[in-house]
């Protein structure tokens, strides 16, 4: 339960003065997006940071103003000078003022209703006007001055609720930035006094302030500097919310595997059968990899294991080695794939090389139905199927396993901890033996914020056969002669993927849906171009895959359906259509389709001119690399670490104030201090055991609070 302290700052923001039901509706729409709940609270406020500053500094000559930036001018009202046409008038009415100097400029209103602005600004009277200064018929003039404030002529220059800073915050329809910076210095006012979770001397050394006057420093810019990532204040707080990230990950390692996991040893007779089956010979980090996994399953502490590796690497054929392991020892296996096409070309795989070694291999998705799928539940909870490959699915609903000793999650970045730990929790009371894989590497500093909790193994090398890919970037205006190409290249008996990033044409984005270009692509081609998108019946969407498999098809056309795990040998020539759209990691993934048979493949990415420089620098990189570790890296600096792992849809950690790879060395910081805080006090159970409860609610990792508690 969260500390009743903590209780104001998750409060709803209509709890604060000023905000009423149409102001709450614009800040959901703003901010409850950003967590689980249909509200934004006063916390989510907090977290919503200036993104600029205005400098409201006086100037006391209007010609000492530049046109087009702000101005704040002391002025004297000198005339007001109505539109015409009613009490709302539609013509502007303007403001003659005059500044120190005499010279004189107007402030324009329209839609105003002049009775107000005759209060406001009394003819004779002195005022601080402060707004974007504009030229218009030869008149300086400032339309709709942002701020409007009375002088006290018996305190020269004294009055101000004008903000001599005036942070500038991202807005949604409707908000003025006003009306947000009020509801935030409202939600700063509700801060409670906290105790200090970073120890004094670290906080000296950095020149750090307090939690609170930390955030209170981020809402108050002086200058752009303040909003810099490395400015104090925000350094504070971006290690406060990777201290709560590391700590929570730490907690939960300890906690998993503190509970006794299964001795799962084997002689490995399952694993030399297939082996001496494969049309290749294992690398040297697959064979690393698997005397990895073999000691985690032999100890008696639970395993929790990332599997990394580039395309092609060779990963299914490692889990496949590692669930053979399990069998053998007695237990059952389970390979979760997050999209139905990837669970049967899994299955397709593993059945290939492990069913002629004996092992009952049994696919379970989404349309597996009625008795067929009555009768897979009744023989897994049997124990008459060894391994089971499946969609979320497998987690969803209530399946048993008559012993479920090892879970191997294929595309980990797409599932959340929570679907992880369902599943994991299937193999009975000791819980099952964990590894996970992801389709591509992760740059190392998000292996950090997002696997903290997981030992990681690497597979750094392909295996033997795998040719280089030659990639091109060709922009779309050449089209014609690409699919000039492509008709050689057919002939010659070549197969082809295309791959487009929308299923229908959209008014919003000038993309190449799918179903056009499978339908131009026919016209020249005929029946030899098949489709496959994500809105496929999934009977029709395997027709088109065995036809492509068989050679019937010479053109795929697709979406992203077929990123992962689809491996046709004879397909040598990946094209990508806007491929500036896609991310790196996404264009790596997809490239990995080719490169797989004794043909030299090529990779051709065509792309809309102009290219934004992030666009231009991504495909450089495509060009120049096919290292994914080097890819993951240039994905991460070019896009940061929200974007990388889709976090959005994952579930893993989406930061609201660090920025990766900015603060990489205070996550370096908060990872040991973290184990630091760990090894002192294991339980979490000493002196500053709350103030770390507090840190951990505070920034929303109640799972690793819930397992403190729990032991």
């Known amino acids: 339960m969260r500390p009743a302290k903590l209780a104001p700052l998750f409060a709803t923001v209509r709890s604060l003065k000023g905000v009423g039901p149409k102001v709450e509706g614009m800040l959901n729409k703003l901010l409850a997006p950003r967590h689980a709940g249909a509200h934004a609270r006063l916390i989510d406020l907090l977290w919503h940071l200036p993104v600029a500053v205005i400098d409201r500094a006086v100037t006391p000559r209007i010609a000492e103003a530049k046109i087009g930036e702000i101005a704040t001018v002391e002025v004297t009202v000198a005339e007001h000078r109505p539109g015409g046409g009613g009490r709302r008038t539609r013509a502007p009415y303007k403001v003659l003022v005059e500044d120190v100097s005499g010279a004189s400029f107007e402030l324009v209103y329209f839609n105003a209703d002049p009775a107000y602005l005759r209060r406001l600004l009394p003819v004779g009277g002195k005022c601080l006007v402060s707004g974007k200064l504009e030229s218009y018929d030869g008149w300086l003039q400032m339309p709709h001055p942002d701020h409007v404030v009375a002088v006290d002529l018996a305190q020269e220059g004294g009055s101000s609720t004008l903000p001599l800073h005036e942070p500038v915050y991202p807005l949604t329809a409707g908000l003025t930035n006003s009306v947000l910076r009020k509801a935030v210095t409202e939600a700063l006012s509700q801060l409670p006094r906290l105790p200090e979770w970073i120890d004094e001397t670290f906080l000296v050394r950095n020149g750090w302030p307090s939690f609170v006057e930390a ?295 000038d993309l190449a849906a799918a179903k056009a270009r499978h339908a131009d692509l026919a016209k020249r081609f005929g029946d030899r171009v098949g489709l496959v998108h994500g809105r496929l019946a999934g009977k029709d969407k395997d027709r088109v895959m065995a036809e492509f498999g068989s050679g019937a098809l010479a053109i795929l056309v697709s979406t992203t359906v077929i990123e992962v795990g689809v491996d046709v040998p004879n397909a040598s020539i990946m094209i990508i259509e806007h491929a500036e759209r896609f991310g790196l990691a996404q264009l790596h993934q997809l490239r990995g389709r080719v490169g797989r048979g004794a043909k030299e493949s090529s990779c051709i990415l065509l792309y809309r001119q102009p290219l934004s420089e992030t666009a231009r620098e991504r495909l450089s990189v495509m060009r120049r690399t096919e290292d994914g570790f080097v890819i993951a890296e240039e994905d991460l600096r070019l896009r940061g670490g929200g974007e990388v792992l889709g976090t959005k849809q994952s579930g893993l950690p989406a930061f609201r104030i660090a920025s990766l790879p900015e603060h990489e060395l205070l996550l370096q910081a908060a990872r040991d201090e973290a184990r630091l805080i760990l090894a002192r006090d294991p339980e979490l159970s000493g002196a500053k055991a709350e103030t770390f409860r507090l840190l951990l609610y505070l920034f929303e990792r109640d799972d690793a609070v819930r397992l403190m508690r729990a032991g």
């Not at 082996?275 to 690393?288: C, D, E, Y």
């Open 215 to 509: 955030l209170r420093r981020v809402h108050a810019p002086e200058g752009e500097g303040d909003l810099a990532p490395k400015a104090p204040a925000r350094m504070r707080l971006a290690y406060d919310e990777l201290l709560a990230n590391q700590l929570a990950l730490a907690v939960i390692r300890q906690r998993m595997t503190k509970r006794a996991g299964r001795t799962l040893v084997s002689t490995q007779r399952l694993r030399k059968a297939i082996i001496a089956k494969l049309p290749f010979k294992l690398t040297g980090a697959q064979v690393r990899a698997l005397g990895e996994i073999d000691a985690d399953l032999a100890s008696p502490h639970r395993m929790l294991r990332l599997l990394q590796g580039d395309v092609g690497s060779g990963k299914t054929v490692v889990a496949l080695l590692a669930l053979a392991g399990a069998v053998e020892a007695g237990a059952q296996g389970a390979l979760m794939a997050p999209t139905e096409l990837l669970a049967r070309q899994h299955m397709k795989t593993i059945g290939a090389l492990g069913e002629p070694a004996g092992l009952r291999i049994t696919l379970l998705t989404g349309r597996e139905r009625g008795r067929e799928r009555e009768a897979i539940l009744a023989r897994l909870e049997r124990g008459e199927i060894d391994i089971l490959i499946g969609t979320h699915a497998l987690f969803q609903e209530p399946i048993r396993f008559r012993d479920l000793g090892l879970v191997v999650i294929d595309e980990q970045h797409r599932f959340g901890v929570h679907q992880r730990l369902a599943l994991q929790g299937k193999g009975g009371g000791s819980g099952a033996e964990l590894l996970v894989m992801t389709a591509t590497p992760i740059p190392r500093t998000l292996l950090l914020t997002s696997y903290g909790d997981m030992d990681v193994s690497r597979l750094d090398e392909k295996p033997p056969g795998r040719k280089p890919v030659a990639t091109a970037t060709v922009p779309l205006d050449r089209l014609d002669e690409v699919i000039e190409r492509i008709g050689r290249a057919i002939a010659s008996g070549t197969q082809i993927y295309w791959v487009c990033p929308l299923v229908e044409e959209s008014e919003q984005l």
